[in-house]
């Protein structure tokens, strides 16, 4: 099992750039993926941005060429780099980590955007 503790959200200006963060602790070894994920209020929960056990990054069509997703090598530490963000990327943005093939989400991080 892991533990996931995001930060990083906060209230920014339509085409700012904010910076989340995720500290995962447990069994890292066995992640087979991790990512983010965001749910707006009413409507259901959406990928951002996955990163597969070799590396590969895949994003939203929403997130390309805006966001961007990374974690250390250990698998401790995720981020997401978000830029140009928009009205509607305001969201609770989670922290989720594929273990074994069970998915886990953080408790999420609050990002909301003043236009």
């Known amino acids: 099992q892991v533990q996931l503790a995001e930060s990083g959200g906060g209230l920014v200006q339509a085409g700012g750039s904010l910076r989340l963060s995720c500290a995962v602790s447990?069994?890292?070894?066995?992640?087979?993926?991790m990512g983010w994920y965001r749910q707006a209020p009413g409507k259901q929960r959406e990928w951002v941005a996955i990163?597969?056990?070799?590396?590969?990054?895949n994003y939203a069509d929403f997130a390309k060429g805006r966001f961007t997703a990374s974690r250390e090598n250990a698998k401790t530490m995720l981020y997401l780099q978000m830029n140009n963000l928009k009205p509607e990327d305001a969201a609770v943005y989670s922290c989720y980590v594929n273990l074994l093939g069970l998915e886990y989400w953080g408790q999420g991080t609050q990002v909301s955007v003043s236009s």
């Open positions: 990163i597969t056990i070799g590396g590969s990054i």
């Open positions: 447990g069994s890292t070894s066995s992640i087979y993926a």
